[in-house]
C-alpha cells in the first residue's frame, strides 16, 4: 500500500482503535487519574445543538481496558481519516491526581491579606460566597468578565478585563505595542513601565483584574496565532517579562491574571466547539518539558506575586487544563506556592465538582458547557453541590479566600465603593442596559462615560515600539536616513530632473486601511489584516484611539524641499506602465509588508488563528522582488520594513543585492509611524533583538513546531515529547544543527560594542538539590467552621427583593432544590471523591514559598562583563548570558556535522527526526540528562555614550543552573563537570565565556 493509499483508508490506520497508541488510555487517563467529573451533564451536543447520544460511553472502570472509543459523526470525519499512523508512540504518562489541594494563605507575604479575609469570609452567606466564585454570565455585566458581589459583607462585584495590550473594549484608552514587541526591547524597565500604565488606565476605567500577562503560549510553534501576545520563545525571557509587567500592573493596586495556564501553543482545536469537535485538544507534555518549558515563566510571576492566573482551554495529558488536580494543585499551587486564585478561560471550564476539586477557584465568564447559554456549572449547582457535601466546605471557602484575600492583597478595599467600568464592553452608545446578554427587559441607563485614561502613555508606547524594533540587515549603512538627503553618505541633494531626491514608499502595510481610511478598527477585534498593522487580532487586541502609520510620520518627516514621495499604497501587482517609468526613476524604495494572526474565534483569509504558513501575507514576497526589480531600474536601493505577529520566512528577497536595509517592527501598537520614524532617522539607535528565531522554512522548526491543522482524533493529541525540552525556538535550531536566517537575541545597531572582562563568582558552593522545604509554612491558612452552611442561606430571596433577569447567573436554588440536596446529603448519596481524598499528601519538595522552594531564587554565581561602545554614536547594547549544562559524563563526544555560526557543536543525532522523551524521560537521572545546547539565564540593556564603558553583572540562580529531575521530583544542579557560561549579541554570536 502505498502511504497515499494508507492515508486515504481510515481502516488500514487503527484510527483510534486499538493500534492507536494515544487513545487507547486516554479517556480513563482523564477520568481516573485526574479529578474532571462533570456533574451536570453527561450527554453531548452536536454543532447544530442537537443531543448527541451516541457520544454517551460507560464510565470506564479499568485503567487498561479494551479502547471503546468511536469516532464520532462530526462535520470533520474525514479529517480524522487522514490520522497518520507514523506519529505513534507511547503516550505521555497521565499526571497522577493531587487532591486535596493546598489551602491558600501559607506565605507570609500574603498573611495580612488572608487574615483580613478570612474575617470576611467568615461573615459570608454561602450565596455571597457562590457569587465571588462564579461570573454572572457572557455580556452580563460592564466588563468582559464580572463576578457578582457579596453584598452582605460588602465585598464588591469584581471587573475583570482584557487584555494583555491595553483595555479591550473601551474608548479613550492607549493601543499599547504588542507583548511581542516588548519582548524585543529587552528592556526590564520598559516591560515595566508599560504594564503599570496599563493599570493605571484599568484603574481609571474601574477594572479591578487585566486579564494579562501572556506567556502561554510559549512559541512552540512559530506559526502558532497568538504567539505575539507574548513576549517570545523562550521561557526565561517570557519570565522575566512577564514578571515585570506584573510588577507594573499590580504596583497600581490592580489584578494581574497572567495566562494560559498551560500548553495553549495552537489556536487549532483550543476550545471545545469552537471546531466543529466536541473537546478541546490535548497538549501532551513530559514532567520536565513542563517545568523546563511552559511552566517556568509562571514560577516567575508567582514569585513576584501574581494574585490571579488563568487557566486554559486545552487539555493538558487529556484532562483539562482547568480540572487538571495535578497542574492546579500540584504544580501551581504546592510546588509554586501560588496564594492568588485561579480563574478559567472564558468557557474552558468543563466540568463542576470536578474543577473546584482540581483547584479551579473562579469561572468565567459564568456559563456553562456552550457558549452564553446560562447554564452554569457552577452558580446554583455549586449551592447544591455544597448542600449535598460533594464540595468540601473547606475548599469552598478557601476559592472564596483567595479571591478575597488577592483584593486585599492589592490594596482594593481602599477603593471608593462604588467603583465599577465608566464604559461598557459592549456598545460604544452612552446609554445602554448594564446586562446586555439577558434578554430581560431593562432601562437604559448611562452606560459609556468616555472616560479619557490616556494620559501621557503614548510617550511609553512610542519608545517601547521603537525599542522593539530590530534592525535584521543595515548593508553599506543604508540605515539611518536623513530627512533632507534621504539616504546619508549623499552630502548634496541630489541630481534627477526635478533636483530632488526621489523616494518610494510601497505596500498596503505602510498606510491607512484604502476602504476607511480614518478607521483602523474597520474588523472586530482587528480580526483581519488592512492597512498597516500594528496589532494581532482576538481578545489580546483593543480599540486603536488612533494609529499613526507610517505614511503619515513619513510624510511629516521627510524635507519636501529636497525630497519627493512617491507612493503606492497597495500590494497589487503588476505595476502600470506609467507607475513603472515612475519607479524606474527612484533614488530609494521603503516597502512595507506583513504577516498578521490572531485568536481562533476569529479568521481572515486562509488564517484561522494560525497561520498556514511563515510567509509574508498579501503577496509581500512579490512587492518586494517587484520593486527591488524596478526601484531605479533595479539599480537603487530598498528597504523593508516588516510589521508582523512572529517570524516570517525571508528566502525569497533577503540576499537580493538592491534589498540593502530590512527593519523588523513587530507589533507597534498606536505610535506605529512615529516610533518607526525615531528608528529610521537614526534618533533612537535601534536596540531591538528577535524574541525568536527567524528559520529558512516552517519546516526547519522541527515536527513539534508545526501546528496541527486538522484534528488527528475526537480528542486531537498534539504531542509535545516531540523535541521535548528542547523543542523550542533556538533549542531546536541548536540541537539539530540547523542554520536560521536569524537566529533568536538577533538584532544589529547603528554603533558597535565591545564584550570584555568576563568574571565569574562563586555566591554559594555547588549542591545537587534546593534545601530541604520549610516543614512549616511561614503563615497559617485561616481555618473556618466545616459546617455544611444551613440551606436557607441559598434560598432564592422573595418576590421582589431582586429582580431576576433571565439568563443571568444567580446562586440561588428553590426550595425543593435545597431540599433535594440536603436529604442527598443526609442519605450519604455524596459524590464519590476520587481516591485518597482525605489523605493529605506528601508536599512536593520544589516547593515552600510563592515561587516554589525559596533556595531556588538564590544566587549561586555571579557573572561579570564590561560593555564598550566602539562607535561614534550613542545607543543601548543587549548582552544576553547562555548557559550550557556540564556535559553528561555517558555520552561520547559527538564529531560535528555542521558547524553553524558560533561554533557550536550539533549533536550526533543531526537529522530533522524528533528526539523522542517520554517514557525514556523517565530514566534520565540514571543515562545520562539530554541538554538542550545552551539555554538563555540573562540579559540586560545597557545605554552607552560613545567611548563609554560599563560593568554589567548577571546573578544565576538555582533554578537557573538546574534542571528538572523528573525522578527525584526536584530541581537539580549539576555538580560534575563545569557550567559553560557565555555572553554575547545573540544565541549564535557569543563573544566571551567563563566556566563554573
Ligand atoms: C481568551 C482569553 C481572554 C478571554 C476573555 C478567551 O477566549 O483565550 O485570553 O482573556 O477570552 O476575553
Ligand atoms: C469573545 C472573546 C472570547 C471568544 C472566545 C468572543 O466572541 O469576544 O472575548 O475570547 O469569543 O471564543
Redesign the pocket.
Given at each position: 500500500m502505498t502511504s497515499h493509499e494508507r492515508e486515504q483508508d481510515p481502516s488500514k490506520q487503527g484510527l483510534l482503535g486499538s493500534t492507536s497508541g494515544h487513545h487507547s488510555g486516554s479517556e480513563s487517563d482523564s477520568d481516573d487519574n485526574n479529578v474532571n467529573t462533570n456533574l451536570t451533564s453527561n450527554t453531548s451536543r452536536t454543532p447544530n445543538g442537537k443531543k448527541n447520544q451516541q457520544h454517551r460511553r460507560p464510565k470506564p472502570t479499568h485503567r487498561n481496558r479494551a479502547p471503546s472509543f468511536q469516532p464520532l459523526p462530526t462535520p470533520n470525519k474525514s479529517f480524522l481519516a487522514r490520522r497518520s499512523r507514523r506519529h505513534h508512540r507511547t503516550p505521555p504518562r497521565p499526571f497522577p491526581t493531587m487532591v486535596p489541594l493546598p489551602p491558600g494563605g501559607t506565605s507570609a507575604s500574603w498573611a495580612d491579606s488572608y487574615a483580613k479575609a478570612s474575617l470576611l469570609v467568615n461573615n459570608m452567606t454561602l450565596a455571597e460566597k457562590i457569587n465571588i466564585t462564579t461570573g454572572v454570565g457572557w455580556q452580563m455585566g460592564l466588563a468582559?468578565g464580572t463576578t457578582a458581589p457579596g453584598s452582605l459583607v460588602g465585598f464588591p462585584a469584581l471587573q475583570l478585563q482584557?487584555g494583555p495590550l491595553g483595555i479591550?473594549s473601551a474608548d479613550n484608552i492607549t493601543a499599547f505595542p504588542a507583548g511581542i514587541t516588548v519582548g524585543a526591547t529587552w528592556n526590564r524597565q520598559l516591560m515595566y513601565a508599560r504594564g503599570k500604565a496599563h493599570a493605571i488606565e484599568a484603574r481609571a476605567k474601574g477594572v479591578n483584574a487585566i486579564l494579562g500577562p501572556c506567556v502561554g503560549p510559549l512559541g512552540r510553534m512559530p506559526a502558532g496565532g497568538r504567539n505575539w501576545e507574548g513576549f517570545g520563545a523562550d521561557p526565561y525571557l517570557q519570565g522575566v517579562a512577564g514578571a515585570e509587567t506584573i510588577k507594573g500592573i499590580q504596583s497600581e493596586g490592580v489584578m494581574a491574571t497572567i495566562k494560559h495556564f498551560v500548553g495553549n501553543e495552537q489556536e487549532h482545536f483550543r476550545?471545545a466547539w469552537?471546531w466543529g469537535i466536541p473537546h478541546a485538544l490535548s497538549s501532551n507534555l513530559d514532567d520536565r518539558t513542563l517545568h523546563e518549558l511552559y511552566a517556568w515563566p509562571f514560577g516567575d510571576a508567582v514569585k513576584v506575586g501574581v494574585v490571579g492566573v488563568m487557566c486554559s482551554y486545552n487539555m493538558v495529558n487529556n484532562s483539562y487544563a482547568c480540572g487538571n488536580s495535578k497542574l492546579l494543585n500540584g504544580v501551581l499551587k504546592d510546588e509554586l506556592g501560588f496564594q492568588g486564585f485561579v480563574v478559567s478561560d472564558?468557557?474552558a471550564q468543563r466540568s463542576g465538582v470536578g474543577s473546584a476539586l482540581a483547584g479551579l477557584d473562579m469561572t468565567m465568564p459564568g456559563d456553562g458547557l456552550r457558549?452564553a447559554d446560562g447554564k452554569s456549572l457552577w452558580g446554583g449547582e455549586l449551592s447544591k453541590a455544597v448542600l449535598n457535601g460533594s464540595l468540601p466546605v473547606e475548599r469552598m471557602n478557601d476559592m472564596v479566600t483567595r479571591v478575597v484575600a488577592a483584593w486585599y492583597q492589592m490594596g482594593q478595599d481602599r477603593w471608593p465603593k462604588d467603583t465599577k467600568p465608566n464604559f461598557s464592553s459592549w456598545t460604544d452608545e452612552k446609554m445602554g442596559v448594564t446586562s446586555p446578554g439577558s434578554p430581560s427587559p431593562q432601562e437604559q441607563v448611562v452606560v459609556n462615560q468616555y472616560v479619557n485614561v490616556q494620559a501621557n502613555h503614548s510617550i511609553i508606547a512610542r519608545q517601547v515600539a521603537a525599542e522593539g524594533t530590530v534592525l535584521l540587515k543595515n548593508e553599506n549603512n543604508i540605515l539611518p536616513l536623513s530627512r533632507t538627503t534621504g539616504i546619508r553618505r549623499r552630502q548634496t541633494t541630489t541630481t534627477t530632473s526635478e533636483g530632488k531626491f526621489k523616494i518610494g514608499i510601497f505596500g498596503e502595510d505602510a498606510g491607512p486601511i484604502p476602504s476607511s481610511p480614518s478607521n483602523p478598527n474597520a474588523c472586530k477585534?482587528r480580526g483581519c489584516n488592512q492597512g498597516t498593522l500594528a496589532s494581532g487580532w482576538?481578545?489580546g487586541a483593543v480599540e486603536f484611539p488612533y494609529l499613526i502609520t507610517p505614511i503619515d510620520a513619513l510624510r511629516r518627516e521627510f524635507d519636501p524641499s529636497t525630497i519627493s514621495l512617491h507612493t503606492h499604497l497597495s500590494n497589487s501587482l503588476p505595476l502600470t506602465s506609467s507607475e513603472k517609468q515612475a519607479i524606474a526613476d527612484l533614488d530609494l524604495c521603503l516597502v512595507f509588508v506583513n504577516a498578521d494572526s490572531g485568536?481562533?474565534?476569529t479568521s481572515w483569509s486562509n488564517v484561522r488563528g494560525d497561520r498556514p504558513d511563515l510567509f509574508l501575507q498579501k503577496n509581500g514576497d512579490g512587492l518586494i522582488q517587484t520593486v527591488a526589480a524596478q526601484c531605479g531600474g533595479g539599480f537603487s536601493d530598498v528597504v523593508v520594513v516588516i510589521h508582523s505577529v512572529g517570524p516570517v520566512v525571508m528566502e525569497a528577497w533577503i540576499d537580493l543585492p538592491q534589498v540593502k536595509g530590512v527593519v523588523f517592527a513587530n507589533l507597534p501598537g498606536e505610535e506605529s509611524g512615529n516610533a518607526l520614524v525615531d528608528v529610521l532617522f537614526g534618533d533612537v539607535n535601534p536596540s531591538g533583538h528577535l524574541p525568536f528565531t527567524i528559520g529558512k522554512r516552517l519546516e526547519d522548526y522541527g515536527r513539534g513546531g508545526q501546528v496541527m491543522y486538522l484534528p488527528n482524533g475526537v480528542v486531537p493529541q498534539q504531542d509535545f515529547g516531540e523535541g521535548g525540552v528542547y523543542g523550542v525556538d533556538y533549542r531546536w535550531f541548536d540541537k539539530k544543527g540547523v542554520e536560521p536566517r536569524f537566529e533568536f537575541g538577533y538584532g544589529m545597531s547603528y554603533t558597535q560594542f565591545e564584550l570584555g572582562n568576563a568574571t565569574v563568582k562563586t555566591v554559594k558552593a555547588k549542591s545537587a538539590l534546593p534545601a530541604p522545604r520549610p516543614e512549616q509554612p511561614a503563615a497559617k491558612p485561616p481555618s473556618y467552621s466545616t459546617e455544611v452552611p444551613s440551606s436557607s442561606e441559598v434560598i432564592w430571596p422573595e418576590e421582589g427583593v431582586i429582580r431576576k433577569l433571565e439568563k443571568y447567573i444567580y446562586p440561588y436554588l428553590s426550595s425543593q432544590e435545597a431540599d433535594a440536596a440536603v436529604s442527598a446529603r443526609r442519605e450519604g448519596q455524596k459524590y464519590p471523591y476520587p481516591e485518597g481524598y482525605n489523605v493529605s499528601q506528601p508536599l512536593s519538595e520544589a516547593g515552600g514559598d510563592e515561587g516554589g522552594n525559596p533556595d531556588l531564587w538564590e544566587v549561586y554565581v555571579s557573572v561579570g562583563v564590561d560593555v564598550r561602545n566602539m562607535g561614534k554614536v550613542a545607543g543601548a547594547a543587549v548582552p544576553q548570558l547562555y548557559l550550557s549544562y556540564p556535559e553528561p559524563k555517558t555520552k561520547a563526544a559527538p564529531a560535528p556535522t555542521q558547524q553553524p555560526r558560533d561554533g557550536v557543536k550539533p549533536d550526533d543525532n543531526n537529522t530533522n527526526e524528533p528526539i523522542i522523551h517520554g517514557e525514556e524521560g523517565a530514566n534520565e537521572g540514571k543515562k545520562g540528562v539530554d541538554f538542550p545546547l545552551k539555554v538563555l539565564r540573562g540579559f540586560d540593556k545597557v545605554y552607552l555614550e560613545p567611548g563609554e564603558t560599563k560593568k554589567v553583572e548577571f546573578d544565576l540562580t538555582r533554578r537557573d543552573l538546574s534542571f528538572w529531575d523528573t525522578e527525584v521530583q526536584n530541581w537539580r544542579m549539576v555538580v560534575e563537570g563545569e557550567y559553560k557560561v557565555r555572553v554575547g549579541w545573540s544565541s549564535r554570536d557569543l563573544k566571551v565565556e567563563v566556566r563554573w
Open positions: 468582559l482584557d479591550r476550545q469552537e472564558w468557557l457558549w477585534d482576538g481578545s485568536e481562533g474565534f
